[in-house]
């Protein structure tokens, strides 16, 4: 029997969200979007809408018996060949795979709002997983959005990163309780930052020497190439 995620039961929620935002037009998203803060000035930027799709997650493929492609097909209407493509192997046996495919519809339609009021938002919601299963979404039902999934693919989340390749990085955020340290091998630390307390609305920028073991930050959501 396919267990649903903790993460589904809330996508479900925003699903219901998004139909009735749906009904009220351009002046319901756009008044929505008024009253959005810009996703940079908070220590965790949130995509457009809250993380939530319906069931099943689009974060991973079933671990149980699936559907066979052979019988991939909507109650009414069809399924393009891209949509199937996507649906392969991700449809749990007994579940409707329209279902299936809202939920990885729901990313891309997160995806693509959030971009539209802040790029950098979607990037980071991409990289740290907050906008589940995009890749997969964005490579086979949205490819418009490729652009962000390119630019994600660059980046990493805070925390602990192991090795990473010595140069400038910029967070996607622009907390002042952002902050971040390179160390050695040995432990020592090679740089950290910033170096004196960010104003709110300062750009912060890490600059990760050669020869660093570890670069961990706190506070930063996620780090791009600057």
């Known amino acids: 029997m396919y267990r649903r995620s903790a993460a589904a039961a809330v996508l479900l929620a925003a699903a219901l969200t998004l139909t009735a935002c749906s009904s009220g037009g351009d002046k319901a998203e756009s008044a929505a979007a008024a009253k959005a803060k810009p996703p940079a000035s908070s220590a965790v930027p949130d995509p457009a809408d809250t993380p939530a799709t319906t069931d099943p997650s689009p974060e991973a493929k079933p671990s149980g018996p699936v559907v066979p492609d052979s019988k991939l097909t909507p109650k009414t209407g069809s399924f393009t060949a ?93 907390a002042p309780n952002c902050t971040w340290e390179a160390k050695g091998k040995d432990g020592s630390i090679l740089a950290s930052g910033p170096e004196t307390p960010p104003k709110a609305g300062d750009k912060i920028t890490a600059a990760v020497p050669a020869g660093t073991a570890e670069f961990n930050s706190t506070g930063c959501y996620a780090w791009l190439p600057a």
């Open 82 to 174: 891209q949509e199937k493509k996507y649906l392969s192997g991700r449809v749990p046996e007994k579940m409707d795979p329209a279902a299936v495919l809202q939920s990885g519809q729901e990313s891309c339609q997160r995806v693509q709002r959030t971009a539209k009021r802040d790029k950098d938002a979607a990037t980071g919601a991409v990289i740290t997983g907050e906008i589940a299963g995009a890749k997969d979404a964005i490579n086979l039902l949205c490819p418009e959005q490729k652009p962000i999934l390119a630019a994600a693919e660059k980046g990493f989340p805070e925390g602990p990163r192991t090795s990473p390749a010595p140069g400038t990085y910029r967070a996607l955020t622009q």
